[in-house]
């Protein structure tokens, strides 16, 4: 008796290629989004293809896309990190007030002389590492929702900034006069030769963002994240330490949003108080746009960089064409409310 073999069917030619667009447009939109942002502005203006361009914009956004990574770590978890821009600030004018130039006539220590960069970029980002811990045990131990939570954090950060920053003998003058070798960080470069250069920053956020892929993908924190962040009671019920993972999260989150203020500092060559106002706005909205889902669960980091870039594109883009900046934040909006509707009708289908 012999038997026959049942192989699937083949789907015809012309239904594969529309399954790979759907494909394509469900789970790489953010590509394609970015691809034709670029293209149009182009267009318009063919500069904006020259190299000098990218390196700009990749200067320009690096310190974003880090921030924006440590807001990525919460929001897998489905929380959110409201603090965020007061603690680039508060590690900014930190790290900024200890690396002064001894001969800079305002200086915010005038009895400390030039220490090794190493220890107020360290103390910068312990300091975010500090804050990170603290909004984890408020949210994991104490049951407070991470939205009022952080925003707790966010006014108190920004208060305890500010009187530092206004303390004797500096009084609320901007953070100036830093020192060279600080200020390379943010905007020296290695040189190629030819007119091209590539910006130690743009590989300190590369290798950063290398980093945080390994811990998203292949490490057991990882995997609890996004556990946690996919359904809690799940994780609770399967082993994890949902406390322990969620304060060691906001602690990651804490030193990439240090290492960002310091940075930011670096490349700006000064700081304030004010220094990183509504960036975990920013931060938030690199996300989303990023594919990094609301309900938590969901997010990758080549999403969240591609984010950062696209909002990167608009800022200088636009700029560069001449758009009114007043129509870039009207096409910032229309772009979140977008992938977030994308996104709740992604995890309506799913459920």
């Known amino acids: 008796m012999s038997t026959q073999m049942n192989t699937p069917a083949k789907k015809p030619a012309g239904r594969a290629v529309l399954d790979y667009l759907k494909y394509l447009v469900t789970q790489r939109a953010i590509f394609l989004v970015l691809i034709l942002l670029v293209v149009a502005i182009a267009i318009m203006d063919p500069n904006f293809l020259a190299y000098s361009t990218l390196r700009d914009i990749l200067q320009q956004n690096s310190t974003r896309a880090i921030i924006a ?50 220890w107020p970029i360290l103390i910068g980002i312990l300091a975010g590492v500090l804050v990170g811990c603290v909004n984890g045990f408020i949210i994991a131990k104490l049951k407070v929702p991470p939205f009022i939570a952080t925003l707790g954090t966010m006014v108190a950060v920004y208060g305890l900034n500010s009187l530092y920053f206004d303390s004797d003998p500096n009084n609320s003058q901007p953070i100036a006069g830093l020192r ?90 000064g700081a304030t108080n004010n220094t990183g106002n509504m960036y975990e706005l920013d931060a938030i909205a690199a996300c989303v746009v990023g594919g990094v889902s609301t309900a938590g669960g969901i997010g990758t980091v080549p999403g969240i960089m591609a984010g950062v870039l696209i909002f990167g594109v608009i800022n200088y883009g636009l700029t560069f064409i001449g758009v009114s900046p007043y129509w870039q934040l009207i096409i910032k909006g229309l772009i979140i409310v977008a992938a977030v509707a994308f996104d709740i009708r992604k995890y309506v289908a799913k459920r």
């Open 69 to 118: 990574l440590g807001a990525g770590f919460i929001l897998i978890t489905g929380g959110t990190d409201l603090s965020a821009g007061r603690v680039v600030g508060l590690t900014a004018v930190v790290s900024a007030s200890m690396l002064q130039m001894d001969k800079y006539a305002s200086k915010f220590y005038p009895d400390l002389h030039e220490i090794w960069i190493g």
């Open 180 to 269: 060279d070798d600080f200020k390379k960080l943010g905007s020296g470069y290695i040189d190629f030769g030819g007119g091209y250069t590539l910006p130690y920053i743009v590989l300190i956020a590369i290798g950063i963002g290398i980093v945080c892929w390994i811990l998203f993908n292949k490490t057991r924190l990882g995997k609890n994240m996004y556990a946690i962040g996919g359904n809690v009671q799940a994780a609770h019920v399967s082993g994890i330490n949902v406390a322990r993972n969620l304060i060691f999260i906001y602690a990651i989150a804490g030193a990439l949003y240090g290492v960002g203020g310091v940075l930011e500092a670096a490349r700006t060559g």
